[in-house]
T-cell receptor, first 115, second 118 residues
Framework: GAGVSQSPSNKVTEKGKDVELRCDPI?????LYWYRQRLGQGLEFLIY????????KSGLPSDRFSAERTGESVSTLTIQRTQQEDSAVYLC?????????????FGPGTRLTVL | AQKITQTQPGMFVQEKEAVTLDCTYD???????LFWYKQPSSGEMIFLIY??????QNATEGRYSLNFQKARKSANLVISASQLGDSAMYFC???????????????FGAGTRLAVHP
């Protein structure tokens, strides 16, 4: 079946502008995650959605970052008033959330460049 | 706090040989999961293998095996019979126990870049 999809694949914006990044999880996956990967580094957790539970926002770096999810489908990550340090690849993952070994499957990412 | 350490920023191996990528972890939890992902130059994260903290056998998936040494808190990835297509970044990651905040995320190491030479 279809994997996790993200759009856009690339986004170039000017400092101070707002951006929205979209994630479509694998159908039937109840859990959705956002991560950030700066150049040459590992992934940093941003936010986690599980069904209708309150999201775990513990990884969001500032109040300029927010995310929403509609039910168990699409999620949008919004970055307001972008800064140059926001430049990174933003990766979305989803998982079935069926057990301890629940595997996260990642999308191709959105490369954000803030000029 | 949970932490993953990958001490090898870069490794190279000759095609058809085996290679071991190191991963050590730090956690106070008894229940946790360990994962390895491959990230080719295209950027996508590809799941390779999983090991649960209570699993007695080392995990294997085709040419990938995980050398799990719980007492040493290490979870090294072994790739047998390396292929040119194995050239990529490899990330070790950990997940905390269910119903804890650590379950909601993967903690990643900094990664190891593997180059397979013909």
């Amino acid at each position: 079946g279809a994997g996790v999809s993200q759009s856009p694949s690339n986004k170039v914006t000017e400092k101070g502008k707002d951006v929205e990044l979209r994630c479509d999880p694998i159908s039937g996956h109840t859990a959705l995650y956002w991560y950030r990967q700066r150049l040459g580094q590992g992934l940093e957790f941003l936010i986690y959605f599980q069904g209708n539970s309150a999201p775990d926002k513990s990884g969001l770096p500032s109040d300029r970052f927010s995310a929403e999810r509609t039910g168990e489908s699409v999620s949008t990550l919004t970055i307001q008033r972008t800064q140059q340090e926001d430049s990174a690849v933003y990766l979305c993952a989803s998982s079935f959330s069926g057990g301890a070994g629940d595997t996260q499957y990642f999308g191709p990412g959105t490369r954000l460049t803030v000029l | 706090a949970q932490k993953i350490t990958q001490t090898q920023p870069g490794m190279f191996v000759q095609e058809k040989e085996a290679v071991t990528l190191d991963c050590t972890y730090d956690t106070s939890d008894q229940s946790y999961g360990l994962f390895w992902y491959k990230q080719p130059s295209s950027g996508e994260m590809i799941f390779l293998i999983y090991q649960g903290s209570y699993d007695e056998q080392n995990a294997t998936e085709g040419r990938y095996s995980l050398n799990f040494q719980k007492a040493r808190k290490s979870a090294n990835l072994v790739i047998s019979a390396s292929q040119l297509g194995d050239s990529a970044m490899y990330f070790c990651a950990m997940r905390g126990p269910p119903y804890s905040g650590g379950y909601n995320k993967l903690i990643f190491g900094a990664g190891t870049r593997l180059a397979v030479h013909p």
